[in-house]
């Protein structure tokens, strides 16, 4: 087994022609897990027996069968803990699978583990966790990217074949970004979020962390879908595309949008140049670039972090020291008490800021002066998006502005917001997007993945995966 290119496509081969059992396999990745993961912090919890529900799998059908995976523990798994990286969660057994989780299981995949992330998946860099920070498979000394932080990580050091993260302003792309994998972030809607922790519902969106592009795609083939369970799901009239079916077409004639505002002040220099390279590649396979404006999308940062907090604080009130979690032990006076005690206990810094920035946004008398302007603003994004996709195929830019940062360099809450800069608008506008690795910047004596982002208009993740094969094709 050569662990270092385990693919979805290589592990299901591997298995068809016998040259492992899905025991084996499984067990290759425990040992290895149990060796790298006291370095990576990228797994919350190890499952011992990675229950098999594979019996029935048919290795034919199901690229998906026997082949191991991690998952980012605020998707729930049947009695498995998952705590959202939280203290107030810490001890909550999921009491049902989500949705996509039913999923994976149908295609018989085994579960390796949960995967840490930022507290309630609120971060960039993955230092938000309550059980400690996931540490970048490529400079230790740096963050691995968040809110996904361990499905990045883990993918990256093959401690997974791949993972399932979710994605409210950038989860899944900053993570891949920083941590030189592929990180696909689907329409809003088109995957259920039935059993994934709500952080922003109206942004949050669950999707595949993998090496390679076709892996992203087989994923998202089993995990699409409308689900009654969720009501933001997006029924579909027609049968859902094979997202593997296109990827080898041509782009040649596809026409493909640069905004210049992805290339504003602040963008680190070699990402700029891996960007521009990335572009020159479209290019030279025949697409037709053309630089664009969305001057909107200046607003992003500042409407996001109006918009996820004022949600965050209504999502996050269930946690009350009774119906979820930890309960203060303080002898409490007051129903209050227990609630304002088991709180202040059990939640983080960073999310007790978004609750509080939350609360006053959606308060009366600055409802109309925040929450409602932001949601003004929001479609004014959405619409310089539509306008775009009217003539142009994809949009393309850089995922981050910079390389994976040091531990502990984006301390300041405003830094740290604005890593989101250029991910955080396409969950806005409720677009699909996908970071490949697009090269490697020099930072001392590293070299550090960068990520390139492609997004794609509503629903049209098949044409964005054919765009992200070509460019991954054609940059090897
Ligand atoms: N960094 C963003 C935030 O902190 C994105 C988080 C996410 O996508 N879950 O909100």
Redesign the pocket.
């Known amino acids: 087994m050569n662990n270092s290119v385990n693919t979805i496509k290589s592990v299901n081969e591997g298995l068809k022609k016998g040259e492992f059992s899905v025991e084996e396999i499984v067990a290759d990745y425990q040992a290895r897990i149990k060796k790298e993961n006291p370095k990576l912090n990228a797994y919350l919890s190890i499952f011992d027996s990675p229950k098999l529900e594979t019996r029935n799998y048919k290795l034919e059908t199901s690229l998906l069968a026997g082949v191991p995976c991690a998952v980012k523990d605020n998707i729930l798994i049947s009695d498995e803990k998952c705590t959202a990286a939280s203290k107030i969660l810490e001890k909550y057994v999921a009491p049902y699978d989500a949705t996509a989780i039913a999923r994976l299981k149908q295609a018989g995949a085994p579960f390796l583990g949960k995967t840490n992330l930022?507290e309630f998946?609120?971060?960039?860099t993955g230092e938000h966790s309550a059980f400690g920070p996931t540490l970048n498979p490529h400079d230790t000394s740096r963050v691995s990217g968040?809110?996904s932080a361990g499905s990045g990580a883990a993918v990256a050091a093959d401690l997974a074949v791949y993972a399932l993260g979710?994605?409210?302003?950038?989860?899944?792309r900053?993570p891949a970004s920083f941590c030189g994998v592929v990180g696909l972030k689907p329409t809003h809607g088109l995957v259920s979020r039935h059993g994934l922790i709500a952080?922003a519902s109206s942004l949050?969106q669950i999707g595949p962390i993998t090496k390679t592009v076709e892996d992203a795609a087989i994923v998202l083939n089993n995990i699409a879908g409308h689900d009654p369970m969720d009501s933001t799901s997006v029924p579909v009239s027609r049968e859902l595309p094979d997202y593997t079916a296109n990827l080898n077409k041509s782009i040649a004639g596809l026409k493909v949008a640069v905004p210049k505002e992805f290339f504003s002040e602040g963008l680190d220099n070699q990402v700029n140049n891996l960007a521009q390279a990335a572009i020159a590649k479209l290019e030279s396979l025949g697409a037709h670039i053309d630089q664009v404006s969305l001057p909107m999308i200046e607003y992003a940062v500042a409407v996001?972090y109006i918009i996820?907090p004022s949600e965050v604080s209504a999502n996050l009130a269930r946690y009350d020291g009774i119906k979820y979690g930890l309960s203060s032990n303080k002898k409490s006076s007051s129903l209050l008490d227990v609630y304002l005690d088991s709180r202040a206990e059990g939640l983080g810094p960073e999310v007790k800021r978004r609750i509080m920035l939350g609360t006053y946004a959606l308060s009366a008398g600055y409802y109309d002066a925040y929450y409602l302007k932001a949601q003004k603003v929001r479609v004014l994004i959405k619409n310089d998006f539509d306008k775009i996709f009217a003539k142009y195929d994809v949009v393309v830019g850089p995922t981050v502005p910079y390389p994976a940062p040091k531990l502990g360099e984006l301390d300041d809450p405003l830094a740290?917001?604005l890593?989101?800069v250029y991910?955080?608008p396409i969950?806005l506008a409720g677009l699909p997007a996908i970071s490949i690795p697009c090269g490697f910047a020099d930072v001392e004596d590293k070299k550090l993945p960068v990520g390139f982002q492609i997004i794609a208009k509503h629903f049209d993740e098949a044409k964005l995966l054919q765009v992200a094969y070509n460019l991954e094709q054609a940059l090897k």
């Not at 998946?121 to 960039?124: R, T």
């Not at 979710?166 to 899944?172: F, K, L, Q």
């Open positions: 930022d998946a609120m971060g960039a968040g809110s979710s994605d409210t302003g950038g989860s899944i900053e952080m949050d996001y996820v740290a917001y890593a989101d991910t955080c969950n």
